[in-house]
C-alpha cells in the first residue's frame, strides 16, 4: 500500500520583518481529507506562515507545493484560484456592505450585475446547513464580533475552498458552536477537502486534528500525531515550562457595593431591543461572569456601563452615584477600564507605537504630563515597566502596535487598562486569542485585581474559563438575565440551557 502523499507542503519558509525573525525555515505537510492544528505562543509565526500561504506575505526562502507541484501565491486571488482560503483572527470584511456583498465581493466568476437574492438563499442555505446563523441583508457594522466570525467561515464555504486555513476561528463561539464548527470541518473532510486549525485551545486540538505541528519563536520544534500526545505536553512544548490548566483561587472577600445596574434598557445598532430590564450588582472584591451567545446584548452591556452607548430607561450607578448615559470620559474618570472585544478597531491604535497605546489611559496627568506637556522620556520608561511586567513580545516600545501579533495587542490593551484601573474593570474575552500561558497569566491577573479590592465584570463566551476565575455567573439570553449562578455551584449543561433561554429558577424546580 502507497503512502498518501500530501496536498500541500510548504518546504524552508523563512520570512523576516523589521528587526523580527517570524519564520525560520519551517516545514509543513498537510494530508487529504486531514485537519493540521498549528500550535504555538503569540508571536510564533503561526499568522504569518498561514498569510505566506494565502498570498498577503511573500516568503523570503522556501516553496510551497500543491498536490505535488510548485505553486506561486502573489495575492489572495492566486490562492482562491488554488482552492486555499482563510478565516483571519483579524476580520477583513467591509463594515459598511452587507453579509451577502462581502461574501461575493471580488468573485469575477460572479455576474457585473450579480443577482443578489440568490446569493441571500444561498447564503441562508449555508446558514442552516452548517448552522451559522446570519441574516444575509444585515451590515456588517451591525453585528457583533460572534456574528461577523459566522461570516468569514460562510465566505469560505460559499467560495468553495478546498483548503481552509481557519485563524483562532473558535474564539468568539460557544461550546456548543464549537462543536458545530467540528461538524462543519467533519462534512469538509469526509468530502476529501483539508484544513489548518490554528488555536490555543488544548481540547479542541485534541477533538478536531489529526497532526499537531508546534512553533517556537519561528522555528518548527515538534510534528505530532494528536493521538499519540495529550494536551499536557503539547503546553510544554508550545511555553517550554508546566501550564496550570485549574487554578487556585482564595474564597472572594466582597466589600461595598461598585456597580449597580437597575432595569436597564439599550437597543443595538438596528434599533432592536438589546438589554432588557438588566438588574445586577458588582461588589469590591468580586468577579461577575457574564455567559450567554454571542449577539445577546453582552456586547450592549458592556457599551452601557462604559459610556458608549446610551441606555433608553434604567439607572447605572458607579460606587453609589447615578452615572448613566455619562460620556465615556466620564465613566474613565469614575474609576472605570475596559478591555473591549474588538482589540483592533476599538481597542489599539495600530498606527501608533506601543509605548503611546500603553500611555492613552495616563497621558493627561503626572507623571507622563507635567503642565500640559507630555513627557517623551516617562512615557518611554513607564511603556518598558509595562512590557517588561506583561511581557509584550515586541522589538522596541517604538514598534507599531500593528506589526504586533494579535496576542501581543491583546497584551498591550490589558497592561493599559489593568494599571489605569481603580475601581471596575470590564473585561469583554479578555484570553481571547491568546496562547496557554498567557491565558493562565492573563485569568492569574484578574484574580489578583480581584485580591486587591477591584470589581471585575468578565464577559465571556469560554465557560471553562468562566467557571474557572468568576465567582457568580449572570447568564444572558436576548438581552435578560436568565439567572445568576454560583460559580463553585455552575454545571455546564445546565449554563447552555440558560444561554438558550430556559431560566435558572424553573430549572431548579425541575431538577
Given at each position: 500500500m502507497t503512502?498518501?502523499?500530501?496536498?500541500l507542503e510548504?518546504?524552508?519558509i523563512t520570512k523576516?520583518?523589521p528587526g523580527v525573525l517570524?519564520n525560520?525555515?519551517?516545514d509543513?505537510?498537510l494530508?487529504?481529507?486531514?485537519?493540521l492544528a498549528?500550535?504555538?505562543?503569540?508571536g510564533?509565526?503561526?499568522?504569518?506562515l498561514m498569510?505566506?500561504?494565502?498570498?498577503?506575505?511573500?516568503q523570503d526562502?522556501?516553496?510551497?507545493l500543491l498536490?505535488?507541484?510548485?505553486v506561486e501565491?502573489?495575492?489572495?486571488?492566486?490562492?482562491?484560484?488554488l482552492g486555499?482560503?482563510m478565516?483571519?483572527?483579524?476580520?477583513?470584511?467591509?463594515?459598511t456592505?452587507?453579509?451577502?456583498e462581502n461574501?461575493?465581493l471580488?468573485m469575477?466568476e460572479?455576474?457585473?450585475?450579480p443577482d443578489m437574492?440568490?446569493?441571500?438563499?444561498?447564503?441562508?442555505?449555508?446558514?442552516?446547513?452548517y448552522?451559522l446563523q446570519v441574516d444575509?441583508?444585515a451590515?456588517?457594522?451591525?453585528l457583533?464580533?460572534?456574528?461577523?466570525?459566522?461570516?468569514?467561515?460562510?465566505?469560505?464555504?460559499y467560495?468553495?475552498?478546498e483548503?481552509?486555513i481557519?485563524d483562532e476561528?473558535t474564539?468568539v463561539?460557544t461550546p456548543?458552536?464549537s462543536?458545530?464548527?467540528?461538524?462543519?470541518?467533519k462534512?469538509?473532510t469526509?468530502?476529501g477537502?483539508s484544513?489548518?486549525?490554528?488555536?490555543?485551545?488544548?481540547?479542541e486540538?485534541m477533538t478536531?486534528s489529526?497532526w499537531?505541528?508546534?512553533?517556537?519563536?519561528?522555528?518548527?520544534v515538534?510534528v505530532?500525531?494528536t493521538a499519540?500526545t495529550n494536551?499536557?505536553?503539547l503546553?510544554?512544548l508550545?511555553?517550554g515550562?508546566?501550564?496550570l490548566?485549574r487554578l487556585?483561587?482564595q474564597p472572594?472577600q466582597p466589600g461595598?457595593?461598585?456597580l449597580e445596574?437597575?432595569?436597564v434598557?439599550a437597543?443595538?445598532?438596528?434599533?432592536?431591543?438589546?438589554?432588557?430590564?438588566?438588574?445586577?450588582t458588582?461588589?469590591?472584591?468580586q468577579?461577575?461572569?457574564?455567559?450567554g451567545?454571542a449577539?445577546?446584548?453582552?456586547?450592549?452591556?458592556a457599551?452601557?456601563?462604559?459610556g458608549?452607548?446610551?441606555?433608553t430607561?434604567?439607572e447605572?450607578l458607579?460606587?453609589?452615584q447615578?452615572?448613566?448615559?455619562k460620556?465615556?470620559l466620564?465613566m474613565?474618570r469614575?474609576?472605570?477600564?475596559?478591555?473591549p472585544?474588538?482589540r483592533?478597531?476599538?481597542g489599539?491604535?495600530g498606527?501608533?507605537?506601543?509605548?503611546?497605546?500603553?500611555a492613552?489611559?495616563g497621558?493627561?496627568k503626572a507623571?507622563?504630563?507635567?503642565?500640559g506637556i507630555l513627557?517623551?522620556?516617562?512615557i518611554?520608561?513607564?511603556?518598558r515597566e509595562?512590557?517588561?511586567?506583561f511581557r509584550i513580545?515586541?522589538?522596541?516600545?517604538?514598534?507599531?502596535v500593528?506589526f504586533l501579533?494579535g496576542?501581543?495587542i491583546?497584551?498591550?490593551?490589558?497592561?493599559?487598562?489593568i494599571?489605569?484601573?481603580r475601581d471596575l474593570l470590564?473585561?469583554?474575552?479578555?484570553?481571547?486569542?491568546?496562547d496557554v500561558?498567557?491565558?493562565e497569566?492573563v485569568?492569574?491577573?484578574?484574580l489578583?485585581?480581584?485580591?486587591?479590592?477591584v470589581a471585575?465584570?468578565?464577559?465571556?463566551?469560554d465557560?471553562?474559563e468562566l467557571?474557572s476565575?468568576?465567582?457568580?455567573?449572570?447568564?444572558?439570553?436576548?438581552?435578560?438575565?436568565?439567572?445568576?449562578?454560583p460559580?463553585?455551584?455552575?454545571?455546564?449543561d445546565e449554563?447552555?440551557?440558560?444561554?438558550?433561554g430556559?431560566?435558572y429558577a424553573?430549572l431548579?424546580?425541575?431538577a
Amino acid at each position: 500500500m502507497t503512502e498518501p502523499q500530501p496536498i500541500l507542503e510548504m518546504r524552508g519558509i523563512t520570512k523576516r520583518f523589521p528587526g523580527v525573525l517570524a519564520n525560520d525555515q519551517v516545514d509543513l505537510e498537510l494530508f487529504p481529507g486531514e485537519v493540521l492544528a498549528l500550535l504555538g505562543e503569540n508571536g510564533a509565526g503561526k499568522s504569518t506562515l498561514m498569510n505566506i500561504l494565502v498570498g498577503l506575505y511573500r516568503q523570503d526562502e522556501g516553496e510551497i507545493l500543491l498536490r505535488g507541484e510548485r505553486v506561486e501565491i502573489h495575492s489572495p486571488r492566486d490562492a482562491a484560484a488554488l482552492g486555499i482560503g482563510m478565516v483571519h483572527q483579524n476580520f477583513k470584511l467591509v463594515e459598511t456592505m452587507t453579509v451577502a456583498e462581502n461574501i461575493v465581493l471580488g468573485m469575477t466568476e460572479l455576474p457585473f450585475i450579480p443577482d443578489m437574492q440568490q446569493v441571500a438563499r444561498r447564503i441562508r442555505e449555508l446558514s442552516e446547513r452548517y448552522h451559522l446563523q446570519v441574516d444575509p441583508n444585515a451590515y456588517i457594522w451591525q453585528l457583533s464580533v460572534g456574528e461577523q466570525q459566522r461570516v468569514e467561515i460562510l465566505k469560505l464555504i460559499y467560495r468553495g475552498a478546498e483548503i481552509l486555513i481557519l485563524d483562532e476561528p473558535t474564539a468568539v463561539l460557544t461550546p456548543q458552536e464549537s462543536q458545530e464548527l467540528a461538524g462543519v470541518l467533519k462534512l469538509m473532510t469526509d468530502e476529501g477537502k483539508s484544513a489548518i486549525f490554528i488555536t490555543h485551545k488544548m481540547e479542541e486540538v485534541m477533538t478536531f486534528s489529526n497532526w499537531v505541528r508546534v512553533l517556537q519563536q519561528g522555528r518548527l520544534v515538534s510534528v505530532k500525531r494528536t493521538a499519540e500526545t495529550n494536551p499536557q505536553e503539547l503546553a510544554r512544548l508550545m511555553v517550554g515550562r508546566e501550564v496550570l490548566f485549574r487554578l487556585e483561587k482564595q474564597p472572594a472577600q466582597p466589600g461595598e457595593v461598585v456597580l449597580e445596574l437597575r432595569d436597564v434598557h439599550a437597543e443595538n445598532n438596528k434599533g432592536l431591543p438589546a438589554l432588557q430590564g438588566v438588574s445586577l450588582t458588582l461588589r469590591q472584591g468580586q468577579i461577575l461572569g457574564i455567559a450567554g451567545v454571542a449577539g445577546n446584548g453582552q456586547r450592549q452591556l458592556a457599551e452601557v456601563i462604559t459610556g458608549l452607548r446610551k441606555a433608553t430607561q434604567g439607572e447605572l450607578l458607579i460606587n453609589g452615584q447615578v452615572i448613566t448615559n455619562k460620556q465615556p470620559l466620564d465613566m474613565i474618570r469614575a474609576g472605570v477600564s475596559h478591555i473591549p472585544a474588538d482589540r483592533i478597531g476599538m481597542g489599539a491604535v495600530g498606527n501608533m507605537a506601543v509605548a503611546d497605546n500603553l500611555a492613552m489611559k495616563g497621558y493627561r496627568k503626572a507623571p507622563l504630563t507635567e503642565r500640559g506637556i507630555l513627557r517623551p522620556q516617562r512615557i518611554l520608561k513607564f511603556a518598558r515597566e509595562m512590557i517588561a511586567a506583561f511581557r509584550i513580545a515586541t522589538p522596541t516600545p517604538y514598534t507599531r502596535v500593528k506589526f504586533l501579533s494579535g496576542g501581543n495587542i491583546q497584551k498591550t490593551i490589558l497592561a493599559r487598562e489593568i494599571d489605569a484601573c481603580r475601581d471596575l474593570l470590564v473585561a469583554v474575552y479578555p484570553s481571547r486569542g491568546l496562547d496557554v500561558g498567557a491565558t493562565e497569566a492573563v485569568r492569574k491577573m484578574l484574580l489578583r485585581e480581584r485580591d486587591a479590592g477591584v470589581a471585575v465584570l468578565l464577559i465571556s463566551e469560554d465557560l471553562e474559563e468562566l467557571i474557572s476565575v468568576a465567582d457568580d455567573i449572570a447568564v444572558f439570553f436576548e438581552g435578560r438575565v436568565m439567572g445568576i449562578v454560583p460559580a463553585a455551584e455552575a454545571d455546564i449543561d445546565e449554563l447552555g440551557l440558560m444561554m438558550a433561554g430556559a431560566e435558572y429558577a424553573a430549572l431548579q424546580e425541575g431538577a
